[in-house]
């Protein structure tokens, strides 16, 4: 047992001192008598050991470190080379873990949030469908697999009272949502079932935020009275600071509510569901049992509920795939500029080892230990990586503010990624694991060595071997690099490919902006056309506005618009996935304000009332879903519950984003909007054509709104190019962190491959110079380096493709327009490739081109 005591102390201590200190033990061993006394003996020995041990190899680690510092800086191009190389690889893994850590594998801010699930219709082409709050009232009284179920629809209401009115989003919500996520306010109390139904007085929670910045953290604010779109709400409760159902930035939240009238229509699809799973049922026994009630549905409500089903995903997973995509390509990238980092590093101490050779067989020929020549040359590895680390975390620390921005909103989770203890140990162990792995390539390069071979005056210093590890460690970081090259420009390909997609209304010198009308006060038709003709009156008589109009929701906002079943010739069809038609109410001018063209019939008027007949203005997919190779101008439709008559048809818009499809459109004048009725529908957003600089409008058309309704606030205020760009903004910064990614990989590639032949030549100076002196022309030793340049990089861009070309496939739902087998994307980071590695041989070639071979001759 004694010796193996004694491993604990370094080798070349035990193999000094090891034999006598075993031979010290064995004699007091046999010195003592008693059980206690040999007790007492080993717990001596034990303490003794391991304190000795201890301060032993403190002892050497300091004496390795400050022998590091010193040769590190005699050799401060290689630190300085080394430690950047380090930094970059581990700056590059730690924010793309930082990212995937946050979105895909840390838990959500809820106790034992993996029993949290979100429920949602499902029908055939609309996978994650809202639900009609009559289907939920009746999925909720039958399903037995949940603790707790409720439902919830965004919020958007405007909060008078302070300096200006101002526009708070949130969550109007049951009682059940609260106890489903086991969340209670920090202060006052949650909603409870007596808050929910119809005629309860009005009652909201805020969040901690706007508690903090609106009411100044007022202790009394409980109980106290607001004023939300005209309604007077009592605040029961403020949220924890972490809370930010549903999505981040949430800030209040009020009572459902429900009215008789919202059990009316199981078309009326508003609500997002969510519950929590018992504690003995699982995610898949919850999905068979709501299929089974869905089924069951469908039976008394054939036509609302044909082919209707429920989907029930864990509330984590409520991430998009193209999302999860993202973030497992960007980590991916991010790992391979880490293993392209270490393959520079570990070429870097191979050639460190390879010139320091004599060096370390003097040391051991002097009676250094192998082993302890090998630990200083770990301690050195281990030092380079460590300060790599450290300016990696600070490399990454300040990239997050960036990738922050690839994190979807959608998500229940406060703020953004943080340099927290999770990301800084990853980080630690990150760099632990990179210094100790490629630092041991040359280790065992030095192992094999033999400390004659090092004292040879004419030792060469390379080798075939050697040569071939390098070589391929070259490749390697080219084969990366490719792979890297080749992502980034299949999305940029992808990018220019949607940035060309016609949105159908024109971009420029226009202006948008949202003022949410407060309901009740505007929920009668008359209340809302005195706002908008007052309104947009004032706004088209300023100077430099050439029209202005409104909408219900704006092409490539935050709101879909309404889904209704279509009915030709006045029957009303079921809500199958071909049948079905996305609505919005308009003002008089609004497709002449954003460009709209109007390929049949006409625009919407004022003297469309109530009371005239129902009409409609169609979008071109409309026509060609429902009325292919038939006139469009008069026919009529059932639609949002009314025979309409087709007066116009327009061109298609791209309202869910570029790169979807153009659905069916049907805009129905708002004079039309009967009161109280789909009040959600009523015009809100606004869009103003200007002759100039749109944004110069603002304060114009702000003053407008005020003096119409002081309590009406503007907000989201943009130019429709912002608008476009938003739509894009995620695609960009993909392609910018990507593009970052690419960009190190090939420095660091044409590093490699500079400093490997840069290497080469100086070991081969005598070789060079002989060839020259027996006739060789520079220009044949250009190519000799030259040519080891092309092989490595020929090698490496054509490892690199054929593992783009796998790998491109997991990026489809990435790409819109573009093959990820696209040739141009191929080429070009084939070409670069190929550029760089050309580039980083140009010094060497020219250096060895230079060599002068009477000198070398001298010199042997």
Not at 659 to 679: A, F, G, K, M, N
Request: aromatic share 6%.
């Amino acid at each position: 047992m004694y010796r193996w005591l004694l491993r604990l102390y370094p080798a070349s201590f035990r193999n000094e001192y090891g034999r006598e200190m075993a031979t010290a033990f064995a004699r007091e061993r046999r010195d003592t008598r008693t059980a206690l006394g040999m007790a007492a003996l080993w717990l001596r020995v034990i303490a003794d050991t391991c304190v000795n041990a201890a301060g032993i190899h403190w002892d050497i680690l300091r004496q390795d470190l400050r022998y590091t510092l010193r040769t590190l800086r005699r050799t401060p191009a290689f630190a300085l080379t080394a430690v950047t190389v380090v930094a970059l690889g581990i700056g590059a893994t730690t924010a793309a873990f930082s990212l995937a850590d946050f979105v895909l594998i840390r838990p959500l801010p809820f106790p034992e949030a993996d029993r949290l699930v979100r429920f949602s219709e499902e029908r055939p082409g609309f996978p994650r469908m809202e639900l009609a709050p009559s289907n939920y009232r009746d999925l909720k009284q039958m399903a037995t697999s949940f603790e707790a179920l409720g439902a919830y629809r965004g919020l958007s209401v405007n909060l008078v009272g302070a300096r200006q009115p101002l526009r708070l989003q949130g969550a109007a919500m049951t009682a059940d949502v609260l106890a489903a996520l086991a969340v209670r306010p920090m202060m006052g109390r949650p909603f409870t079932a007596a808050d929910d139904v119809a005629g309860a007085p009005a009652t909201a929670l805020v969040s901690y935020a706007l508690w903090q910045q609106e009411f100044g953290g007022d202790a009394s604010i409980v109980g106290r009275p607001v004023r939300l779109d005209g309604e007077v709400y009592t605040v029961i409760g403020v949220m924890p600071r972490d809370f930010n159902f549903p999505s981040r930035g949430a800030q209040l939240w009020t009572a459902m509510r429900f009215v008789p009238a919202d059990f009316v229509d199981r078309n009326n699809n508003y609500l997002q569901g969510i519950a929590r799973l018992r504690r003995d049922v699982s995610v898949d026994a919850a999905r068979t049992e709501m299929s089974m009630l869905a089924g069951r549905l469908q039976q008394p409500y054939p036509k609302e509920n044909e082919q209707t089903g429920v989907s029930v995903i864990r509330l984590r997973d409520g991430v998009s795939q193209q999302s999860r995509t993202l973030l497992v390509a960007l980590f991916g990238a991010a790992v391979c500029v880490l293993l392209i980092a270490c393959a520079n590093l570990t070429n870097l101490l191979l050639a460190r080892a390879i010139v320091r050779r004599r060096e370390m067989a003097v040391r051991i020929a002097l009676g250094a230990g192998r082993e302890r020549v090998l630990r200083q040359l770990l301690t050195e590895s281990l030092v380079v990586t460590g300060a790599g680390g450290v300016l990696g975390l600070a490399l990454a620390a300040a990239t997050l503010p960036i990738l922050s921005r690839l994190v979807p909103t959608a998500l229940p989770i406060a703020e953004t990624p943080s340099m927290d203890v999770r990301v800084v140990g990853f980080a630690m162990a990150l760099t632990m694991v990179t210094g100790v792995a490629f630092g041991i390539v040359p280790l065992l390069q030095h192992h094999r060595d033999r400390a004659s071979e090092g004292l040879r005056e004419g030792a060469r210093s390379g080798g075939s071997g050697r040569e071939g590890m390098r070589g391929a460690l070259v490749v390697a970081e080219i084969t990366a690099s490719v792979v890297l090259l080749v992502m980034c420009g299949l999305l940029l390909r992808a990018l220019w490919t949607i940035q060309a997609i016609d949105p159908g209304f024109r971009l420029e010198h226009t202006l948008t902006a949202r003022t949410s009308l407060p309901m009740p006060k505007y929920e009668t038709l008359g209340a809302r056309t005195g706002f908008y003709d007052g309104v947009l009156s004032e706004i088209r008589a300023l100077r430099g506005v050439s029209s202005a109009a409104y909408i219900s929701f704006l092409p490539l906002g935050d709101m879909r618009g309404g889904i209704f079943p279509v009915g030709i010739s006045g029957h009303v069809e079921s809500r199958r996935e071909d049948n079905v038609a996305f609505l919005r109410y308009v003002t008089p001018g609004f497709f002449q304000t954003l460009g709209i063209p109007i390929l049949q019939g006409r625009d919407v008027r004022d003297a469309d009332h109530l009371d005239g007949p129902p009409v409609a203005i169609v979008s071109a997919s409309f026509v060609t879903q429902f009325l292919p190779g038939q006139e469009a101008l008069g026919r009529r439709f059932n639609f949002a519950a009314a025979n309409r008559e087709i007066v116009g048809v327009v061109a298609d818009v791209k309202m869910r984003g570029l790169t979807r499809v153009s659905e069916p459109q049907v805009y129905i004048p708002h004079r039309q909007l009967p009161d109280r009725t789909y009040e959600w529908f009523a015009p809100k957003d606004l869009a103003v054509r200007a002759t100039g600089d749109p944004l110069a409008l603002v304060s114009a058309v702000r003053a407008i709104v005020q003096r119409a309704d002081a309590e009406v606030p503007l907000s989201d205020i943009q130019t429709l190019e912002q608008l476009v760009d938003g739509d894009l903004a995620s695609r960009v910064t993909q392609l910018r962190v990507l593009g970052a990614f690419a960009g190190v990989a090939l420095v660091l590639g044409g590093i490699g491959i500079h400093g490997l032949l840069a290497f080469a030549v100086s070991a081969r100076v005598r070789e060079i110079g002989i060839r020259m002196a027996l006739g060789a022309r520079r220009a044949d030793v250009v190519a000799m380096i030259a040519k080891r340049s092309l092989s490595l990089s020929a090698v490496g861009v054509g490892a690199g493709i054929v593992l783009a070309y796998t790998s491109g496939r997991w990026l489809q739902s990435l790409l819109v327009g573009v093959s990820p087998a696209d040739g141009m994307a191929f080429a070009v980071a084939a070409a670069l490739a190929a550029a760089t590695a050309i580039a980083g041989s140009l010094r060497p070639a020219l250096r060895a081109a230079r060599v002068d071979p009477v000198t070398v001759i001298r010199l042997e």
